[in-house]
């Protein structure tokens, strides 16, 4: 293919390294900035690992989005950072991490008509056919959207893995297409979504193979021959009507930068040099 973006989900690798180095890390002033230092490294290495052509990172914004609208319990599980202190709460260190993007020369925003997810999504869905996409997350919501064409990534230094169609068949035995029912039966725990009761990762990816996707099945009902498995989810129809509203990515967000604006010029400036040009 042509091009190779790179889109990053920001909080998602922002937290993965304030909680993954393997201490607290502070600069002459007290300040922690294990964060900065962690988030800078691991997309030097993405760019090494992945040399793509074109560079964005879009982060969540404060003020949540429509899926709380439908589910007030969404991701309610999560802790409340206003309530840790300064050391404890990672993002305090991102006005450091957007002026080190700002210096590197790599595109950023926040997402606020919707969720990073979904602007990704529309990342993923609207580049055109000479574009190769590889999302960086550790968020299985982005697996829906593999294709032959847009690929995961989950960073862990050299031992990074690079999702396809076929480790998400191996894995959960559905096709990508279908993931996105396949959570909304099973549910998801990390975003406090429910499954539906007595049905488990085998019986989601059995149902989804012989009987398609979950609104076909509750459109035609009588297509699924057994009973008790059609009653159970005749009397789920409304949870499984709500969780794909939650999970689906649709790609109908708009996109922040275009294609051409997403070209990067900096990416050989060393961790530390950043750190010490951004004025930590």
Do not use: W
């Not at 393997?22 to 007290?30: E, L």
């Not at 574009?131 to 862990?156: A, C, G, H, M, P």
């Amino acid at each position: 293919m042509k091009n190779r973006l790179l889109v990053i989900d920001g909080h998602n690798l922002l937290f993965q390294m304030f909680y993954g180095m393997p201490s607290r890390i502070v600069n002459r002033d007290g300040i922690s900035i294990q964060g900065v230092v962690g988030f800078i490294g691991a997309l030097r290495k993405l760019l090494r690992l992945t040399a793509p052509s074109h560079v964005c990172i879009i982060f969540d914004s404060e003020g949540g989005c429509g899926r709380h609208e439908l589910l007030p319990e969404y991701k309610a599980n999560r802790p409340d950072f206003s309530l840790v202190p300064e050391e404890d709460n990672p993002f305090v260190q991102l006005p450091y991490i957007y002026r080190a993007l700002d210096l590197i020369g790599i595109r950023h925003t926040e997402a606020r008509e919707c969720e990073c997810d979904d602007v990704i999504a529309s990342y993923a869905k609207r580049t055109d056919n000479d574009t190769e996409v590889i999302i960086s997350s550790f968020d299985s919501d982005y697996f829906q959207l593999i294709s032959n064409r847009v690929k995961v990534i989950r960073y862990r230094g050299d031992s990074s893995v690079i999702l396809d169609e076929r480790a998400i068949r191996e894995k959960y035995g559905v096709v990508p297409s279908l993931f996105a029912d396949f959570k909304a039966l099973v549910g998801d725990t990390s975003d406090n979504i429910k499954g539906v009761r007595g049905i488990g990762p085998k019986t989601a990816a059995k149902i989804l193979n012989e009987y398609g996707p979950i609104d076909e099945i509750l459109g035609a009902p009588d297509t699924v021959t057994d009973r008790k498995l059609r009653d159970k989810l005749e009397e789920a129809r409304e949870l499984l009507g709500l969780n794909l509203k939650l999970i689906k990515l649709t790609g109908e967000c708009p996109l922040p930068f275009s294609l051409s604006e997403l070209v990067g010029s900096r990416y050989d400036i060393k961790t530390m040099d950043i750190i010490r040009i951004i004025g930590l």
